[in-house]
């Protein structure tokens, strides 16, 4: 178990490098002793080079490109629902990694039947660069829909177009003690990439993190709540994390919220407004116009048109 732990702590002490550089290096070692005593320097210096060669050319690589679009092939389609999946696109090498901060996102582009320009929409990626060699996103496709229609539509094999990082929001380990969160429907996957990074960074975990967060994730019935198990687990696992969830359509003996996300429930669910808390909002338009409407009468902040990192409300 020590072991394993180191490993997992020390990138240079990983399977990979112990099957594909170490082992091989002392048999060459070894191997050369015994044919030829004298030629055994030569076999040190030569295993040195191929494996600090190995080591460089493995090393992981951050592949996005502010600038410019880039195509990554679907490699996987896991169908959540009817009209939702997760989908997981490959990168060029299995250590390479999006290099997407926490708490930003990417914009996918497409050329659509009826528009003379692609179409550019922002998507979170519900996977971290914790997850080496691809990356996935959660997605709900509706009928009436861009991006997310076309993006039904994929097969395996073929490609999107790419481009990031983009957005102003860049979560760092304590930013503040609380953060008070209110997702509706796909809103959630810019709010779990946070969650996430948060409990990885948790002292029990390595990291210094001990920041406190509380969750509204509102949707229509029971079975539009995206990630549900994911969500129960975290909070299971960390004490730290709360989720609340409310329904329009609840079902019988729900113990969740009813309706819409009222001034009360925040009131009631949420930290209080003060100078080291943030409300982060992510959902569709009209619900997170009401949501900055609620806070204000809650007396937080005002939400700006276009938010900024350090504004106490932030809407994605």
Same mark, same amino acid.
């Given at each position: 178990?020590?072991?394993?732990? =180191?490993?997992?702590?020390? *990138?240079? !002490?990983?399977?990979?490098? !112990? ?10 070692? =070894? ?19 191929? /494996? ?10 951050? =592949?996005?490109? /502010?600038?410019? &679009?880039?195509?990554?092939? @679907? ?23 999006? /290099? ?5 996102? %990417? ?39 861009? %991006? ?11 490609? %999107? ?36 990074? %948060? ?7 390595? /990291? ?6 509380? !969750? ?9 709540? @995206? @990630? ?5 687990? !975290? ?15 609840? *079902? ?18 949420? *930290? ?43 809407? &994605?």
């Amino acid at each position: 178990m020590a072991s394993a732990n =180191v490993s997992k702590g020390n *990138p240079y !002490l990983n399977s990979s490098h !112990l099957h594909g550089i170490y082992i091989p290096y002392a048999l060459l070692v =070894v191997g050369t002793a015994i044919v030829r005593w004298e030629w055994v320097p030569y076999a040190v210096v030569l295993g040195a080079i191929l /494996g600090a060669w190995k080591l460089y050319s493995n090393r992981p690589r951050r =592949v996005l490109k /502010g600038d410019q &679009f880039q195509e990554f092939e @679907l490699q996987e389609k896991t169908v959540i629902s009817h009209n939702v999946a997760i989908y997981r696109f490959g990168l060029p090498r299995s250590t390479d990694i999006l /290099g997407l901060p926490t708490g930003q996102h %990417i914009s996918i582009a497409a050329m659509l039947p009826g528009h003379e320009k692609e179409v550019v929409r922002s998507y979170t990626p519900i996977s971290s660069d914790e997850n080496p060699g691809y990356f996935d996103l959660l997605l709900k496709s509706y009928p009436t829909g861009n %991006i997310s229609k076309y993006m039904a539509s994929l097969k395996v094999g073929e490609v %999107i177009k790419v481009k990031g990082p983009k957005g102003a929001m860049v979560y760092t380990s304590n930013m503040v003690p609380r953060l008070g969160m209110i997702a509706g429907g796909t809103g959630i996957t810019p709010m779990l990439q946070i969650i996430r990074a %948060i409990i990885r960074g948790r002292p029990r975990n390595g /990291g210094d993190d001990r920041t406190e967060v509380d !969750l509204i994730f509102a949707n229509v019935n029971r079975e539009d709540i @995206l @990630l549900k198990e994911d969500l129960d687990q !975290l909070a299971k696992e960390d004490s730290g994390f709360r989720v609340y969830y409310v329904l329009n359509n609840p *079902p019988e003996s729900w113990d969740g919220g009813v309706g819409f996300v009222t001034t009360d429930i925040i009131k009631t669910r949420l *930290p209080p407004p003060s100078p080291d808390m943030k409300l982060l909002i992510c959902g569709p338009p009209p619900m997170v116009s009401a949501m900055k409407k609620a806070a204000v009468e809650l007396g937080y902040d005002k939400a700006r048109p276009v938010s900024k990192l350090n504004d106490q409300v932030f809407c &994605f």
